[in-house]
């Protein structure tokens, strides 16, 4: 990672899908951030990986490590974690605040990104429509929808 003055340490806590979003969106290209590491419990076999560095930018030469969330604790405490951004959109109220729990007990702050973070623009289109303007605009996508 290119260096920056006192970066604001975060680690993401994410399913391989809002958490890589929020990177790209919210952290990626702002000096600002640290983006130490992404969390997953949820898809098989993604521990151990790492986000893309073609993906992440020059900022991160290495990529971003993927690591296990059944370690939360640790990871905030080995990696001096400020903030843990809590990127989930299918956990239930409970288990957020368990894993909120535990970063603060770690030293952590927790924190959720809000749409305003979150979109590309004020429009923020959901997912679905993205394949539509791709045709639109004379491209071919390679979503298929259920059906198509």
Not at 40 to 54: F, H, K, N, S, T
Not at 88 to 112: E, K, Q, R
Not at 123 to 142: D, I, M, N, Q, T
Request: aromatic share 8%; net charge negative.
């Amino acid at each position: 990672m290119v260096e920056s003055a006192n970066p604001r340490r975060i680690l993401i806590m994410g399913a391989a899908g809002r958490d890589f979003h929020n990177f790209n969106v919210a952290f990626r290209n702002d000096p600002a951030y640290e983006v130490v590491a992404f969390t997953a419990a949820q898809i098989p076999r993604i521990v151990g990986r790492r986000y893309p560095r073609v993906l992440a930018s020059e900022r991160y030469p290495n990529g971003i490590p993927i690591l296990d969330e059944a370690n939360l604790e640790e990871i905030c405490r080995d990696a001096q974690v400020d903030e843990v951004v809590f990127a989930y959109s299918d956990m239930d109220h409970a288990s957020a605040m368990h894993n909120a729990a535990i970063a603060l007990a770690a030293g952590a702050d927790f924190s959720l990104l809000g749409p305003r973070a979150r979109c590309f623009n004020r429009a923020c289109p959901s997912s679905r429509s993205v394949p539509y303007a791709l045709e639109s605009a004379g491209l071919k996508s390679h979503v298929g929808w259920q059906g198509d």
